[in-house]
């Protein structure tokens, strides 16, 4: 029931329009990265399972669109955050389908959108890369997703960005003391975990250890 109920979503996507730069309210891209996380876990899942190509150029046609935005919406950070996360299940998940010219649209829209703008904000400490609360593993999460995944094509940068994201995180662990309560509540605590899961599983499958 689960997969059908999966597949069906990622059929819907396979004639669905090219994500486009939008900002519904204004200030947050957000709706749009939070689309380009789920075509690409339902698409990327799905060709997993079934070899068909389609879902394949399906997930293609976004992984280019957004590759060519001028950027993700560095004002609103989560918005770069979750578009890097997108990106990279993409490009991991079609590692074998994509061409080498295409792997190379997505790395340099990555860089250009997401891992530039994250240096920046390490360098000069922006209020997110300390903070103690579900921004922290959702921001300096979804760009480790991106420099595991793409780090056959990063060079200096990306080892300088993961180098300086570690001792942010450590910000983080604290408020899970005493209990593994969580002071925003429990939709937040789902948001962290799944966050940070995820960039221990991501750590481990690429370098063996989670660190």
């Not at 996360?85 to 959108?113: N, P």
């Not at 999460?141 to 940068?157: F, N």
């Amino acid at each position: 029931q689960w997969y059908d109920k999966l597949k069906t979503e990622a059929d819907s996507y396979l004639d669905a329009y090219a994500l486009y730069f939008t900002k519904p309210d204004g200030i947050r891209l957000l709706s749009v990265s939070n689309l380009m996380v789920s075509r690409m876990w339902a698409l990327g899942f799905v060709y997993k399972m079934t070899g068909d190509t389609r879902y394949a150029e399906a997930a293609w046609r976004d992984l280019e669109a957004v590759s060519k935005f001028n950027d993700w919406n560095p004002s609103h950070y989560l918005d770069v955050t979750t578009m890097s996360h997108g990106v990279a299940m993409g490009y991991s998940w079609f590692y074998d389908y994509l061409t080498d010219e295409q792997k190379d649209i997505i790395v340099k829209g990555f860089v250009k959108c997401g891992l530039t703008s994250y240096i920046n904000a390490l360098d000069k400490r922006e209020w997110w890369t300390i903070v103690n609360s579900n921004w922290n593993p959702w921001c300096h999460g979804g760009l480790v997703s991106g420099i595991v995944a793409m780090s056959d094509r990063l060079g200096d940068d990306a080892k300088y960005a993961l180098d300086r994201a570690f001792p942010y995180m450590e910000y983080l662990y604290p408020e899970f003391v005493p209990d593994g309560a969580w002071a925003e509540g429990t939709a937040y605590h789902a948001t962290t975990l799944n966050y940070i899961s995820e960039w221990c599983e991501n750590l481990k499958l690429a370098t063996g250890k989670d660190y």
